[in-house]
Each structure stands twice: as C-alpha cells, then as structure tokens.
C-alpha cells in the first residue's frame, strides 16, 4: 500500500503543501533544534569538516580538493534524500513525514522574523537597535550603516533569501523531491560557508560557488514576476516598475542571481536598493537596482517588503494547491 501511495501524483505535491503550511505556522522551533541538530547545521558541520582538512597547499590543489569536497556532500546529500524519500514511501502517512521533513529545509517563517526584528529594532531602539537586528542577517559591516542603509540592507536579505531560502527550495523538491530538496541545500550551505572570495576560499570554495550560482539560476529569475504578482495587491506597489526593474537592472548586479529578487523588489516598492556597500572595510562598487528609486528606505518600508514577500509566498502556496487540485 506504501509503495502505491508513493507512486501516486498527489503525494509529492501534498507533502509540498504541507511543508509550506508547517513552515509558515511553525518555522523552527528553538525547543526542537536544542535538542537535535538541524539539518542545515548538520550539513554545515560536514563542510567544516572538509574544510578544516582538506583546504591546504597550493591554489590548484586546493581548487582540487574544493572540487572533489562538494561532490562528495551532493552526493551524499541525494542519496540521504533517496533513502529518506524511499522509508517514507513505505510507512503509513509517509508523505506527511516527508513534509515535516521538507518543512525544516525551508526558511520562509525564520526569514520573516529575522527581517521583521530589523524593523522593530530601528522604532524600538532607533539605529543602535536597527544594526544590531541587521547584524544577524548581513554580512557587511552595520557600523557603517545610517538608518536608511540598515532598511535597505534588511530589504535586500529579505528579497535574496526568499528566493535561496523558500522559492529556490520549493523549485527543487517540486522538480526532484527530497534527493533535490537536499541537494540544493547541502549547495547552498557550501556556498554560504566557504563560496565567498577570501584569500582562504577563493580556490577552495570555486566549486561551491558556481554550483550554487547554477541551482539558483532559474529560481532568482521566477522570483522577479513572482513579486510582480504580490505587488499587484499591496497598495502602493507597482508590478509593472518591478518587472522593469528587473530586466534592465538585474544583470548589472555583482551577483548572477541575487538582482533578479533585489531589482524587483525595488521596483514594485519604488526604492533603489544594492549600490555601493562596506565589507569588512572593503568597499564593494555594485550597481544601483531601481536606480531612479528612493534611497532613503525607513522601518516602513521593511514591512511593506515583509507585506510583499508574504503575498509571493501565498502564491506559491496556491500554486501548490492548484496543482495538487489537478491531480485528483
């Protein structure tokens, strides 16, 4: 009966459902994960393993090696997704195990909060509360941040990490199930850790990086009308400005992807968001997104971004819902 259930077209697309209804209601819970690793943390320490022992010698040897350490935690990453995918498969409500599962890998509720305490921070506490919430979710330097610049920062997170945090994911378990759901992630988290251009990661993490820039290619750019739409409906919001945006400012950001959410969101909130930025003290020259936009970004503005990703992320919902609605 397990394996009929499992074969069935509804499953996956209800496990889907499912994980972005647990994940919109429960996030993740701090009770939980005090006790039990999360998987991401679990993946990250993985990478810290191969990092702390592999990444030595010359640059080639360490392009190598990087080259050799992400294959190794893709695979490894598949074939637990495979494994996980094929006991609940076999199990009663299997599927519903295989949402809760898919719901710890998504970021959506835990990117909310992040980016809502920035917002709390600059009324409750003025700038000193706004860079030390922004802190946490950023990593240029908050010191170097007025006011407008910490809600700017908070608005380009909260547009880059819906499309890596929630769009990205949901793309990938949609196209692979759980072997892609956690493929992605294991990619991601890499990226994250050791795909950034430092002296010590910059032959390493070469791999992981361009990696991540691939998974993300098509994502980022369904993000971009997926704004569109949710800007339709929140007052004030210009779905035309964030489809503009997004063609003519997107590919003139640093990164191959991160402008297609960032310029949108821009857009259809009339903000310019990216341009220059500080880094440890180095100063990053990156294009304006939305240009002509408003630069002087405040706490309300953060919320009318935070209004504008909940309406994308209802989106996806529906388009979870509608497709599991045609299967049956």
């Not at 903000?271 to 997104?289: K, N, S």
Request: with cysteine; charged share 20%; glycine share 12%.
């Amino acid at each position: 009966m397990g394996l009929i259930l499992a074969d069935a077209a509804w499953v996956p697309l209800a496990a889907l459902c499912l994980a972005l209804l647990l994940d919109a209601l429960i996030g993740d819970p701090d009770w939980l994960w005090r006790r039990v690793p999360h998987p991401v943390v679990a993946i990250g320490r993985a990478i810290g393993f191969v990092d702390d022992r592999l990444n030595r010698g010359s640059g080639r040897r360490r392009r190598v090696a990087g080259v050799g350490a992400v294959a190794v935690l893709v695979s490894g990453a598949i074939g637990l997704g495979w494994g996980l995918a094929a006991l609940t498969g076999r199990i009663p409500f299997g599927w519903a195990v295989e949402a809760a599962i898919a719901a710890t890998l998504l970021a959506g509720r835990s990117l909310v909060c992040h980016v809502g305490a920035v917002a709390d921070g600059l009324d409750r506490a003025g700038l000193d509360g706004g860079r030390r919430a922004v802190a946490r979710i950023v990593g240029r330097d908050p010191d170097s941040l007025d006011e407008a610049g910490v809600a700017r920062a908070a608005i380009e997170s909260l547009a880059e990490n819906f499309s890596d945090g929630l769009a990205a994911p949901v793309f990938w378990y949609a196209l692979a199930g759980l072997p892609g759901l956690l493929a992605y992630k294991a990619i991601n988290t890499a990226d994250s850790m050791i795909g950034h251009r430092s002296e010590r990661h910059r032959a390493f993490g070469w791999a992981a990086a361009r990696l991540d820039d691939l998974v993300n290619l098509i994502p980022a750019r369904l993000t971009a009308p997926l704004f569109a739409l949710a800007a339709v409906v929140l007052p004030g919001a210009s779905p035309r400005a964030a489809l503009a945006a997004a063609w003519a400012d997107a590919p003139h950001h640093r990164s191959p992807n991160a402008g297609w959410p960032e310029a949108a969101m821009a857009g259809a909130l009339g903000l310019a968001l990216a341009g220059p930025r500080a880094y440890g003290g180095d100063v990053v020259a990156d294009a304006w997104m939305n240009r002509d936009g408003r630069q002087a970004a405040m706490a309300s503005d953060i919320r009318r971004a935070l209004r504008l990703a909940a309406g994308a992320w209802v989106l996806i919902g529906l388009a979870a819902l509608a497709a599991l609605a045609a299967t049956l």
